[in-house]
């Protein structure tokens, strides 16, 4: 295994964390306490939303709130191919169809102006993700949502602190979720969130997370609907409720590191840094950068594979989903489907990233690619 000198991510864990949990470890309620609830009532009041439901991972949550909306086979969702796998197969889940749609080449995020000529009389929603922390064109989407009478879901996995037109990713639409694992803005390990101002989802998000239970004054073995275990531990809750006390520190750290690879990186004519939509404020999941057309696809594997040798952990974000083997397989994706997102896929390149990365380390990165670049040339 390769041993890396900067990784590609990392979560910034100090000792009020390792505290938060062992105080749970010292009490016999490891399940289901008092945290979760307090972790549930400070997202709520982050986001700006009047519910949220702790999951165990983000995935469980598109999952659930799939089934709050009664998408089921035969319906249609349409989504981005452009997206990490967990936000289309969570339609597939329920065995609904999703209804890819191709991207903007600036925002990497679904392009608001060919959702219409997808929407057929199976449409029942439009699934838009804030890619790499970029919030999607929510006003457009929710004109499109209401005129055409569709749900509006919000996958903000990777754009929790993120802001559109002043107000925080994870308020847009019916429902929305934020994900937890280590590379996210905030961690619990494995975990994530629902977020929704409507009671009746935010009901059925909670009782299906356990196990289909009723919610309020519910008998133990009660059971009223089909649920799943996605509940999320305590130890996990107090790890997450101590991340988002520090999410002010967190989040100025991460602008820090990205604009000082944007000033390292923006005179490299081969490389184009992260581009900010006006109106948008960005949490920095990733940074992410998009190499010249010259460096796309294998060369720009080759420079993945040169990097890593020197010690720099690189990240190849994202693979289009639509051709995964298992989507080709199912579906007869191919090459072609989707070409705006097929090339910004193979010219974008995740740097090492997280909140305490030093400008000597940012330095070492910039270095090392620059070098690679004028190699490959
Ligand atoms: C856009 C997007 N959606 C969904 C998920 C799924 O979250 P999780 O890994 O917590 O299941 C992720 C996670 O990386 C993501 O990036």
Redesign the pocket.
């Known amino acids: 295994m390769t041993k890396y000198k900067v990784l590609l991510s990392r979560p910034d864990i100090t000792d009020k964390e390792i505290k938060a949990v062992q105080e749970v470890l010292k009490t016999s309620s490891l399940s289901l306490g008092k945290k979760y609830l307090e972790f549930e009532k400070i997202m709520a009041k982050f986001a700006g939303v009047k519910y949220a439901i702790v999951v165990n991972?983000?995935?469980?949550g598109?999952h659930l709130i799939i089934r709050a909306l009664g998408i089921k086979e035969g319906d249609e969702v349409i989504t981005t191919p452009f997206?990490?796998i967990?936000?289309s197969n969570c339609i597939l889940f329920e065995k609904a169809k999703p209804v890819f749609v191709d991207i903007d080449e600036k925002t990497f995020n679904i392009d608001v102006k060919k959702i219409e000529e997808k929407i057929t009389k199976n449409t029942k929603a439009i699934l838009a993700?804030d890619?790499f922390s970029q919030p999607a064109d929510w006003q457009e989407l929710r004109k499109i949502a209401k005129k055409h009478k569709l749900f509006l879901i919000e996958?903000s996995?990777?754009a929790l602190g993120s802001e559109y037109d002043g107000k925080k990713c994870g308020s847009f639409g019916e429902a929305a979720?934020f994900?937890?694992?280590p590379?996210?803005q905030i961690t619990t390990g494995?975990?994530?969130i629902i977020l929704t101002n409507n009671k009746k989802i935010a009901e059925f998000c909670k009782s299906s997370a356990n196990q289909g239970r009723r919610v309020l004054n519910g008998q133990w073995l009660e059971h009223i609907r089909l649920g799943y275990n996605y509940r999320l531990d305590e130890l996990s809750c107090a790890l997450g409720i101590t991340q988002i006390k520090r999410i002010k520190e967190i989040l100025k750290k991460r602008i820090k590191v990205a604009n000082l690879y944007n000033k390292k990186l923006k005179n490299i004519k081969e490389i184009e840094i992260p581009y900010i939509k006006p109106g948008n404020k960005l949490s920095w999941f990733v940074y992410v950068v998009k190499l010249s057309e010259k460096f796309s696809g294998k060369k720009k594997d080759s420079i993945i594979r040169e990097m890593a040798k020197r010690g720099v952990q690189c990240g190849k974000y994202f693979q289009t989903i639509h051709l995964q083997p298992f989507y080709k397989k199912e579906f007869g994706y191919k090459e072609g489907n989707f070409p705006i997102a097929e090339n910004i896929s193979k010219r974008t390149l995740a740097l090492p990233f997280y909140n305490d990365l030093s400008e000597k380390e940012i330095d070492f990165v910039v270095n090392n690619l620059k070098e690679i670049i004028r190699s490959i040339k």
């Not at 991972?57 to 469980?60: Q, R």
């Open positions: 991972s983000g995935t469980s598109l997206s990490f967990a936000s993700v890619v996958d996995a990777e979720v994900a937890f694992y590379n996210k494995e975990g994530g």
